[in-house]
């Protein structure tokens, strides 16, 4: 069964553009690799819309489509719909893309390159597609180039000292999201018990992890006076424990990523008596905890 999903997910990564981006926002891939799987799924339907004629079926020309009827008018409609969908779909991946890499956005360009080169295909056949792709195609450029020239903050979350005997240096997605998995197992495994205190400070400090990772200044946990450094550095010492136990520490690494997916925080109001000689009085307390959602 695991075997059956592992493959159904490389499935969907080859083939669901959404999915890949989540694999590279979880560390799961590197920019690289993404930009690698995205130009296979523009290449697989690129060329799924040629197996199906589409190409050859606009080719008839814009004047002749126009005095088209019935299903012949319908075919050569639905297959410009379908080169505009394609178009437009792959230019708001390319600017998505553009966004969010720190390389590969020249390989981005030569995709969008590429594309422009198709477009020029339909320019004698249909005008107003071509002119539209190009348009498109220009603005993206224009912003990989400025993506290019412009230098991005490194927000990052760093140790400058060997921990547990790994060596100091930036942390990836990944090891960020499974820290963040630690601690919700952490409060898991307190079950009934946790002392509301302890999860109200996990879960502040879960805030801390996921907005220092976000920040645009980088963090170090081995040397950072704040109390969220201080813990985000405990847990990452429980994170390696626990993926060294394991028989293969890199893919409980990647579990432990994935996991962080299913973290919830919780509201918790709890109650209690107080007396005090003859007066008895209800105290009300709420605080948070971290759960990871059932399926």
Not at 142 to 170: C, N
Not at 255 to 271: C, L
Request: with cysteine; charged share 25%; net charge negative.
């Amino acid at each position: 069964m695991k075997l059956l999903m592992e493959n159904w997910r490389d499935y969907n990564r080859r083939n669901d553009f959404n999915i890949l981006c989540e694999d590279h926002k979880k560390g799961l891939i590197d920019d690289h690799q993404l930009v690698q799987l995205w130009e296979a799924q523009v290449n697989d339907e690129y060329q799924q819309l040629l197996n199906e004629g589409v190409v050859d079926i606009i080719k008839q020309g814009y004047e002749k489509g126009k005095e088209l009827v019935g299903k012949a008018k319908e075919i050569y409609d639905n297959a410009v719909q379908k080169v505009s969908d394609f178009i437009l779909k792959i230019s708001v991946q390319a600017w998505q893309l553009i966004q969010k890499l720190k390389t590969g956005i020249a390989k981005v360009v030569s995709i969008i390159r590429k594309l422009l080169s198709f477009a020029d295909k339909l320019c004698d056949a249909h005008p107003v597609l071509c002119r539209a792709a190009k348009i498109l195609g220009a603005v993206l450029i224009i912003a990989a180039v400025m993506a290019l020239l412009t230098p991005e903050a490194q927000a990052a979350i760093k140790t400058s000292a060997p921990i547990k005997g790994v060596e100091p240096g930036i942390l990836t997605d990944t090891e960020v999201e499974a820290i963040k998995s630690t601690m919700a197992q952490y409060i898991e495994l307190k079950g009934k018990g946790v002392n509301p205190q302890d999860a109200q400070l996990v879960t502040d400090t879960y805030r801390w992890l996921d907005k220092a990772h976000k920040a645009a200044e980088v963090v170090d946990i081995t040397t950072s006076a704040e109390e969220g450094a201080k813990l985000t550095k405990s847990f990452y010492e429980m994170m390696i424990d626990i993926v060294r136990e394991t028989d293969n520490p890199p893919a409980a690494l990647k579990t432990m990523a994935r996991m962080a997916d299913d973290i919830q925080i919780w509201s918790v109001e709890t109650s209690a008596d107080v007396v005090q000689g003859l007066n008895r009085d209800v105290t009300t307390a709420a605080y948070e905890k971290l759960k990871f959602a059932t399926k």
